[in-house]
């Protein structure tokens, strides 16, 4: 089904690169022998292409480092709760070899191990730190073992830190260069869009009524095919009714359909909020729905929704995102 839009960057990236190459290039294509064909927006098919190209280019590497980044957070996190687990146990070993009230001080443990990773690490810093100041008194003989394996623990979440920081600042790059080149894309576009529309406002002419931005009708914005929608759905999203630890997805009250096709993604709390993803996560599903996401503590999880009816879509719906603190 051919895809008209008056908001292209509304599209998923993917959605966007197809759209770009395959309906608006080809109806510039199409349409360059015009009268009032805009090469002077254009500068020539050949450059407009090469824009596209180099926005394919920056995008196949961008979703294999979305992933990367992922995994490499969880390896991160992994770690984390293992130093937090460690500094625990050795936060409960101390008072018992060293009856100093003073002692969890000493270590910089005195307060609650936070899971925070920046604060974590200045703990076990601390902690570490100390430690060798008293690791051969034969007082503290009982725990050597804890601090070994502290320490061991501690040089594995600096090397997950150290690879995930690395892949995610290569992502952040990368996205960068995605957003950057699809720009040049759409400012061509847009401008393109302009000038066909202040020469054919009525909507009446072929070849404006058939481009990939949709009939002009009065201006307003067209769904995928151009059918009018009461509006865009509201997304909402939260955790699933007790005990299932998961989301619950939904929208608010929409008129003329009960399916819709769901949309999820999730990242650390603080990280910049992820794109769209590319593929559903649901299709063609009844709402509210219980999703097969597990919640975890620190992360914020983002919903899109968009409706269906007698085999039309509606636009994707703005983002609702929540975070579970547990």
Known sequence: MPVHTRDPLSLAYNDYKGWIRLEALKWFGDHSGDA???????????????????????FAP??????????????????????????QQIKYALPT?????????????ASKIPTDRDLLQVVA???LTYWA?????????????????????????????????????QREATQNLV???????????????????????????????????????????????GTAWDAKPFAKIGKAPYPLNGISAGCEEYSGTTRFDYRIAWALKGEVAPPMPELDYLTDVEQPTLLDVELIIGYVYYEWIRARKDGEVSEWSDVA??????
Not at 97 to 109: Q, S
């Open 36 to 58: 009032d064909f805009p090469s002077h927006i254009l500068g020539g098919l050949i450059n407009f292409t090469a824009k596209i190209d180099a926005y394919d280019a920056a």
């Open 62 to 87: 961008y979703f294999s480092l979305i992933d990367l980044a992922n995994a490499r957070n969880k390896l991160y996190s992994t770690a984390a709760d293992n130093l937090v687990e460690k500094l």
């Open 97 to 109: 070899i060293a009856p100093d009230p003073e002692i969890l001080a000493l270590f910089n443990l």
């Open 125 to 127: 810093e601390n902690a």
């Open 133 to 169: 100041t008293v690791a051969l008194d034969p007082l503290f003989a009982p725990v050597v073992g804890d601090f070994v394996a502290l320490q061991s623990l501690y040089d594995d979440y600096i090397a997950a830190q150290a690879y995930f920081i690395a892949t995610d600042d």
């Open 179 to 225: 957003l950057s080149t699809r720009a040049a894309c759409h400012v061509i576009e847009r401008k393109v869009f302009t000038w066909y529309r202040g020469r054919h406002m009525d909507g009446k002419d072929e070849w404006w009524t058939n481009s990939p931005w949709g009939t002009t009708g009065g201006g307003e914005s067209g769904g995928e095919t």
């Open 321 to 326: 995102s929540y975070e579970w603190n547990g």
